[in-house]
């Protein structure tokens, strides 16, 4: 079972960037992404119900942020726009294999990605 995150980079303030997430090894209901800055506790981002689609954001992304997904390929897509300082942090992919949309707590998710560094700059 495996989560590989990639994507993340430098990017200006205001700028975009596009994460994946792809998922080998079994089938999940769940995948989300998390974030964790420096000096802070891991926070939830997104998450989607990889059947039906169905989505739910935090607010301090909803927006800006949007998910996408390649049921093919099983690759969960994070689309940053308008990215904010405050945007800087390791993100990391999650998945369960049971679940919903709604579920924000990092230890509802059993499988984690290696995470990959986003640095946003004035």
């Known amino acids: 079972v495996q989560l590989q995150a990639s994507g993340g980079g430098l990017v200006q303030a205001g700028g975009s960037l596009r994460l994946s997430c792809a998922a080998s090894?079994?089938?999940?209901?769940?995948m989300g992404w998390f974030r964790q800055a420096p000096g802070k506790e891991r926070e939830f981002v997104a998450a989607i119900r990889w059947s039906g689609g169905d989505s739910f954001y935090a607010d301090s992304v909803k927006g800006r942020f949007t998910m996408s997904r390649d049921n093919a390929k099983y690759i969960l897509y994070l689309q940053m726009n308008s990215l904010k300082l405050e945007d800087t942090a390791v993100y990391y992919c999650a998945a369960a294999r049971f679940g919903y949309d709604t579920m924000t707590r990092a230890r509802d998710f059993e499988s984690w990605g290696q995470g990959t560094l986003v640095t946003v700059s004035s």
């Open positions: 090894g079994r089938t999940y209901s769940v």
